[in-house]
């Protein structure tokens, strides 16, 4: 506390020294001004210099710092007065009144006008370094705001268009309450038709040009948003599809949606849009300034006093609109979740009579976003402006009266300053909007940028696989469930040209071992190598042409039953379709089928049977020629005739190494080695009559699985 009020008081002590320090010059300058000897802009530049080392000296020797907002301050507020001078000098060659002006009034107006300056470079321009500091800490707003203009590059010409239709349209706009104060003046004083007809006229010219522009530079720049919104959502996909299954077990899917869906959108048009506002009302800005300068200086520099404070108040404003934002954000994307998650469990809703407590779920989400947009309404419509309208009437009367300007340049200078006002405020309110756009394109970044944990990086494509697989010393755990080991230095090998069959309890780990085949995760200790190469070094299509894996759920597409069987394989033939249709067992009953391999499957292949879908499952796994071929538990849904003719092509694939699945083991006794797990271990192993005479846990299972019941006088096998 006794720090900060040092600090306090050390801030105010400098700015009350260099004020008094600043006046004094300035009274001096005036003094000096009456009797120099010197040339008129010589003495404001030296002048200009010795304010500025003496305001910089100052502040240095009680602060011991400057920042970047002072420097800035102090540099505009020493050179304004010769800058000034030395541009009215050039353009209109005319020495103003020297020395008259060196009263309190016109020092506010530089101070004021200076600060304004220095503070509109603050919020609008960034700092070099911010990009380096952005990507040492988190992605900053400004430097994700570029991030994002750098991403428009393909439509640059586009946007070139619009930004050419927009300073037409804002240069047409900004002449209009010019002519107006010439109407004005034309009608009070002396009237002359043909001024007042060429003054309707150009302002008639000049409306409909800014209008046709206006319209023009909305066209183009929609174009652009869509174009690149559209890239986006296609760059973004494609990252997604990148991402590791355990990505999208962690986050919901109305998150992504969301992200893919709205987040793109807003990101392309805030963004682009609020360029194009920003780059209107900057030129529009600049356009007026340079208009009110040759109606009334003096004016103008007291119109500008406004500016400071009405940012800094938008600045406070600003961060706490874009917080809202990022919350109104979220809040939506967990009502989308809900949904989701309710229509997808539709089943347990009815089954358990919960559909009001679903409803009421989503609305208190809905409401949460609604209470959430109100205050962000609240805050948007805040309006940081300060009233000078008044001070600039008395002003203007006394320039009237003392002849400085004319009843048509004050009209015409009370409506760009109206004007001026609004777009000074839209320039502060704009950058609010902007960082809220940006919370939007974080979000997108945040995905884009965001590295598989399982890497698909591998390049490796041997002509020759054998197909030997090498699971050494695994351990693994879902990253749902990090704590949760599935697997603990599991170890096992699958030979090429053998059929191991993995049994053991649900739940032990089974298909876990398919998965880190797979690639879906990756182990966190250990290594799986296939022909004694690391799986992750394989180029991804190549190892997923040469493992494929049939599953128990298998998943079709809507389509034909041969876009099924060939899909993700660009070249298929029809014989090599109906190749392995056949081993699969399922060429038969497509054959039956109406329309043969065109059939259509249906969503989710519900046009087919269970068996039908399994067979084609097979098919499509066949058709790829695997060196490794994994069945999980496929039989159990199969005919009787399905299961042991599909058996018997698996026992005719001697170049393969086949892993199965199985819950029924007197399907998989003719298995080259049987492994048993349990505990997320190998627990037996060997084949068949190996482990029955170990008579270990095998043992045990296959005499439960066994166990003949007398029930009507039938023999059961139970599965486990
Ligand atoms: N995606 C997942 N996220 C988190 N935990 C999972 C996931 N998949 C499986 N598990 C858990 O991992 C353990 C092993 O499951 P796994 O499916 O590999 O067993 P399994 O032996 O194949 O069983 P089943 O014969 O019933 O298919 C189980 O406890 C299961 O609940």
Redesign the pocket.
């Known amino acids: 506390m006794t720090g900060n009020a040092a600090t306090v008081s050390r801030k105010v002590a400098a700015l009350l020294l260099a004020v008094c320090v600043d006046l004094s010059l300035f009274y001096a300058a005036g003094l000096v001004a009456t009797r120099s000897e010197f040339g008129h802009l010589t003495r404001l530049w030296a002048h200009a210099a010795l304010r500025g080392s003496a305001l910089t000296a100052v502040t240095l020797l009680i602060l011991g710092d400057l920042d970047p907002l002072l420097t800035r301050v102090i540099a505009a507020h020493s050179l304004l007065p010769a800058v000034f001078e030395t541009g009215t000098d050039a353009l209109y060659h005319e020495d103003t009144e020297r020395g008259s002006s060196v009263d309190v009034r016109s020092w506010l107006m530089c101070a004021g006008a200076s600060l304004a300056a220095a503070l509109f470079w603050e919020i609008t321009v960034p700092d070099a370094d911010d990009a380096a500091a952005g990507k040492e800490k988190k992605q900053k707003a400004r430097v994700l705001f570029v991030r994002v203009l750098r991403l428009y590059r393909p439509e640059y010409l586009l946007l070139l268009g619009g930004l050419v239709m927009l300073t037409l349209a804002v240069f047409c706009e900004m002449f209009i309450p010019f002519y107006t104060g010439r109407v004005i003046d034309i009608l009070g004083t002396r009237y002359q038709p043909n001024e007042f007809v060429s003054a309707l006229l150009l302002m008639g010219l000049y409306s409909l040009g800014s209008s046709v522009s206006a319209g023009c530079r909305g066209g183009i720049l929609l174009c652009a948003i869509s174009s690149f919104t559209c890239r986006m959502k296609v760059k973004l996909f494609g990252a997604l599809t990148k991402q590791e ?1 355990g990505f999208f ?1 962690t986050t919901k899917t109305g998150e992504i949606t969301s992200r893919l869906s709205k987040d793109t959108t807003l990101m392309g048009r805030a963004v682009c849009l609020n360029v194009n506002v920003l780059l209107r009302t900057f030129i529009k800005t600049l356009g007026m300034i340079a208009l009110m300068m040759s109606l009334s200086w003096k004016l103008t520099f007291l119109m500008l006093m406004e500016t400071p404070v009405a940012g800094l108040i938008q600045n406070v404003y600003d961060t706490r609109y874009q917080r809202l934002s990022l919350a109104v954000q979220d809040s939506t994307a967990q009502a989308a979740e809900v949904v989701n998650e309710v229509v997808s469990s539709i089943h347990a809703v009815r089954s358990f009579n919960t559909e009001k407590h679903e409803a009421r779920r989503y609305d208190d989400c809905l409401m949460d976003t609604h209470n959430l947009k109100t205050q962000q309404t609240y805050t948007t419509s805040f309006n940081g402006s300060v009233c000078v309208c008044g001070i600039m009437l008395y002003y203007g009367r006394l320039f009237i009266q003392s002849g400085q300007m004319t009843t048509g340049n004050l009209v015409s200078f009370i409506l760009y300053q109206s004007d001026l006002g609004e777009n000074i405020r839209t320039l502060t309110y704009i950058f609010g909007d902007m960082l809220n756009s940006v919370g939007a394109a974080a979000k997108v970044f945040e995905y884009l940028d965001r590295k598989p944990e399982v890497c698909m990086e591998g390049t490796l494509k041997p002509d020759q696989l054998t197909g030997n697989v090498l699971f050494h010393k695994v351990n693994f755990a ?1 990253p ?2 990090p704590n ?1 080991a ?1 697997l603990q230095d599991f170890s096992l090998e699958l030979k090429s040209g053998q059929m191991t069959a993995l049994v ?10 398919v ?1 880190l085949l797979e690639r879906l995760y990756e182990q966190q200790e250990g290594e799986i190598l296939l022909d004694n190469e690391p799986l992750k070094s394989y180029d991804h299509r190549f190892l997923h042409k040469k493992i494929a894996v049939v599953s ?1 759920e298998p998943v079709l597409f809507s389509g034909s039953i041969r876009d099924n069987i060939a899909y993700g394989l660009a070249e298929c033939s029809l014989d090599e379709i109906q190749e392995a249709a056949r081993k699969a067992n399922a060429h038969d009953f497509i054959m039956k089928l109406e329309k043969g391999y065109n059939a259509e499957v249906g969503e989710g292949g519900g046009h087919l049977t269970k068996s039908g879908k399994q067979q084609i499952a097979l098919a499509r796994a066949l058709v790829r020629q695997p060196q490794v071929l994994i069945l999980d ?1 496929i039989t159990s849904s199969l005919d009787m005739d399905s299961e042991k003719k599909i058996l018997q092509t698996l026992a005719r694939c001697p170049n393969q190494t086949r892993l199965v ?1 199985a ?1 029924k083991l007197e399907n998989i006794v003719m298995a080259d080695q049987i492994v048993l ?1 349990e505990d997320s271990r190998v627990q037996e192993q060997g084949t068949h009559q190996e482990l029955m005479d170990m008579q270990g846990s095998y043992y045990k299972l296959w005499n439960d699985a066994h166990r003949t019941t007398e029930d009507n006088g039938h023999t059961h096998i139970l599965n486990i």
């Open positions: 299954i077990e879902y749902k469930h949760k599935v053991g309890q649900s739940g032990n780990g089974k298909s876990t071992c998965s128990q538990e699945i819950h797990m």
